[in-house]
């Protein structure tokens, strides 16, 4: 039952980092500066379904920091929104010092007003 649980987490994750990296694709496509594999692979971990929202890393904030996320939000592909929480990925770029400004549109996640 143990070994069926790991395999099934493993290939849940892989399905996961597809599924992101596909996006990351589309996204540098699109002529959006940053390191897009970094910022997943530094970020995952913050950014997944489920789970609470945790601050991020100095090396997720670090990636952050190279990615034009304005660019990166207007490209994101449909399905990103199934396996990432875009409202943790709001979470993490405002701890990460680069908040998106409300109203703002991630791919189908809008920025709530300040509160």
Same mark, same amino acid.
């Given at each position: 039952?143990?070994?069926?649980?790991?395999?099934?987490?493993?290939?849940?994750?892989?399905?996961?980092?597809?599924?992101?990296?596909?996006?990351?694709?589309?996204?540098?496509?699109? $002529? *959006?500066?940053?390191?897009? @594999?970094?910022?997943?692979?530094? %970020?995952?971990?913050?950014?997944?379904? &489920? +789970?609470?929202?945790?601050?991020?890393?100095? $090396? *997720?904030?670090?990636?952050? @920091?190279?990615?034009?996320?304005? %660019?990166?939000?207007?490209?994101?592909? &449909? +399905?990103?929104?199934?396996?990432?929480?875009?409202?943790?990925?709001?979470?993490?770029?405002?701890?990460?010092?680069?908040?998106?400004?409300?109203?703002?549109?991630? +791919?189908?996640?809008?920025?709530?007003?300040?509160?």
């Amino acid at each position: 039952m143990a070994v069926f649980k790991v395999s099934f987490m493993t290939l849940a994750l892989f399905i996961v980092a597809g599924i992101l990296f596909s996006g990351i694709n589309v996204v540098s496509g699109q $002529g *959006c500066r940053g390191d897009f @594999r970094n910022l997943a692979a530094q %970020c995952m971990p913050y950014v997944q379904k &489920p +789970g609470p929202k945790t601050p991020p890393s100095k $090396g *997720c904030c670090n990636a952050v @920091r190279t990615v034009d996320v304005p %660019c990166a939000c207007q490209h994101l592909p &449909p +399905g990103v929104g199934g396996t990432v929480s875009l409202e943790k990925v709001a979470f993490v770029l405002r701890v990460c010092g680069k908040p998106l400004k409300p109203g703002t549109k991630c +791919g189908n996640y809008t920025v709530p007003p300040a509160v």
